[in-house]
C-alpha cells in the first residue's frame, strides 16, 4: 500500500492502544512513534511540541497533528471510507455514530475519572453528564442486543467502546454486564483486534 503520511504517537498500553486496534482493523501502514510514559517521554518539548498536553494518543498526517482519541478515531475512519468503518454523510446511521463517539469523550470519560476518583460530579444540572448511572444507562440502551452498537454494521464507534468497556471492567472501574460482556468478546473476537492486542504487547514487553 502506498505511504499514508501517518505518524502515530502512542504509548503501550495505555488509552492509545485503542488507535492502535483502529489501524489495525483499517489495516493501513503507519509510522510508529513510541513513547514511554514510565520515563516521562511524554513530558519532553519534543512531545510537548506535537501535543502540549503531553497526552497520547497523537496523529500527524501530512504535517497536522490530531489529538484526542475521539478527535483521531472520527478522522482516521472518515480518511479510509473504502474501509466502511465509518457511515458516510447522508447515510442514516451518520447522526448515531457521531452522537455516540461524542458522548464516549463528553460523558463517558468524565463520569468514569470522577467515580474514579470519588469525586462529587456536582449538582446534576450543572455537569456535563448528569450522573454517572444515566450515562451507563444510555449506552447500554443504544447498544441493546446489539450486535453493534449501530445494529448489524460494525464501526469505528465499537472499537472504541468494545475496548474501553474491556479496560474499564478490568480494573474494576466499570461493573459488568452480561450484554458488556458478549459485546467485549464479540470486538475480541474479531482478526485485526487479535493481532492488535498481540502487537501492543509486543510493545509494552519491548518497553518494559
Ligand atoms: N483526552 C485525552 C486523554 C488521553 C490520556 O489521558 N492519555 C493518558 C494515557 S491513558 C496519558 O497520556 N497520560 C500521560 C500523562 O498525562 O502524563 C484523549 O482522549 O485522548
Known amino acids: ?3 499514508t503520511g501517518l505518524t502515530f504517537y502512542h504509548a503501550s498500553p495505555s488509552r492509545s492502544s485503542a488507535v492502535l486496534l483502529l489501524l489495525e482493523e ?3 501502514p503507519y509510522e510508529l512513534h513510541l513513547l514511554s510514559l514510565k520515563n516521562e517521554e511524554n513530558r519532553q518539548p519534543a512531545y510537548l511540541a ?5 497526552k497520547v494518543p497523537a496523529l500527524r498526517h ?14 482516521l475512519a472518515d480518511l479510509f471510507p473504502e474501509k466502511g468503518l465509518a457511515p458516510a ?6 447522526g448515531p455514530y457521531v452522537r455516540w463517539m461524542v458522548f464516549y469523550a463528553a460523558c463517558f470519560e468524565p463520569a468514569l475519572v470522577d467515580r474514579a476518583a470519588q469525586r462529587d460530579p456536582g449538582k446534576r444540572a450543572m455537569s456535563p453528564y ?14 441493546g442486543s446489539g450486535p453493534w452498537l449501530l445494529g448489524d454494521r ?12 474491556a479496560w474499564t471492567t478490568g480494573f474494576g472501574l466499570v461493573r459488568e454486564t452480561p450484554e458488556m460482556r458478549a459485546y467485549i468478546d464479540r470486538l475480541n473476537a474479531r482478526l485485526a483486534i ?4 498481540e502487537k501492543d504487547k509486543e510493545l509494552a514487553a519491548g518497553q518494559a
Open 154 to 165: 460494525f464501526t469505528a464507534a465499537d472499537v472504541l467502546w468494545g475496548s474501553a468497556f
Open 50 to 54: 506535537v501535543n502540549p498536553m503531553g
Open 130 to 143: 448528569g450522573d454517572y448511572d444515566s450515562v451507563i444507562n444510555a449506552i447500554l440502551g443504544q447498544l
Open 89 to 94: 454523510i447522508g447515510d442514516p446511521l451518520r
Open 194 to 197: 487479535i493481532r492488535g492486542r
Open 1 to 3: 500500500m502506498a505511504d
Open 26 to 28: 483499517l489495516g493501513v
Open 62 to 75: 501530512n504535517g497536522a497533528v490530531i489529538t484526542e482519541t475521539v478527535a483521531i478515531f472520527l478522522y
